[in-house]
């Protein structure tokens, strides 16, 4: 079944205590992307990656990084989470860079940083 | 910049009424653009897209939009409204120009049984 699986799905930790996301995709896709959901803010888009060892910013990528290593892994890292970083966590991919397919997201992870 | 504005938070319909989630943008070129959907603790699905030809397109579970480029407005419609449509809804576009896929607020839709 083609999907994008984030793990965890759920995660409390403290402030400070660097942390990882995991994305991967079975699509084969070229692009993929991280957002952040918060109540009244939408989903903004922290870091995207048009293919394997290329990434860029997006709207909000203070206090996260990505890498892109392999094509179908996008893990994100918070290095020292903070409170401000309490959200949920989308992970996206689509095929390429031309713009017009759809997104895949994934299940989503809920973090609370305390 | 680009951007996306969904102007209402919420939107209550009555279950067989028409509804309508609306949806303007701006963007420096041609746009693509998308509605998606997110159901409780789930991700988001797609629905439909806008890339270019007939303005009217039809998508999942009978959705539709319209793309309107004098308005810059990609509305979602649906002609008839069901309970199981009550969700989370949101507005995305794509500048050509960029790589950057920009969401709007989202729009709760309730429909009233």
């Known amino acids: 079944e083609a999907q994008v699986t984030q793990n965890p799905r759920y995660l409390i930790t403290v402030t400070g205590k660097k942390l990882t996301v995991t994305c991967s995709q079975n699509m084969n896709h070229e692009y993929m992307s991280w957002y952040r959901q918060d109540p009244g803010l939408g989903l903004r888009q922290i870091y995207y990656s048009m293919n394997v060892e290329v990434t860029d910013k997006g709207d909000v990528p203070e206090g996260y990084k990505v890498s892109r290593k392999e094509k179908r892994n996008f893990p994100l890292i918070l290095e020292s989470p903070s409170p401000n970083q309490t959200s949920l966590y989308f992970c996206a991919s689509t095929l390429s860079g031309q713009g017009h397919e759809k997104l895949f997201f994934g299940s989503g992870t809920q973090l609370s940083v305390l | 910049a680009q951007s996306v504005a969904q102007p209402e938070d919420q939107v209550n319909v009555a279950e067989g009424n028409p509804l309508t989630v609306k949806c303007t943008y701006s963007?420096?070129?041609?746009?693509?653009l998308f509605w998606y959907v997110q159901y409780p603790n789930r991700g988001l699905q797609f629905l439909l897209k806008y890339i270019t030809g007939d303005n009217l397109v039809k998508g999942s579970y009978g959705f539709e939009a319209e793309f309107n480029k004098s308005q810059t407005s990609f509305h979602l419609k649906k002609p008839s409204a069901l309970v199981s449509d009550s969700a989370l809804y949101f507005c995305a576009v794509r500048d050509m120009g960029n790589d950057k896929i920009i969401f709007g607020k989202g729009t709760r839709l309730h429909i009233l049984p």
């Open positions: 963007v420096s070129g041609n746009p693509y």
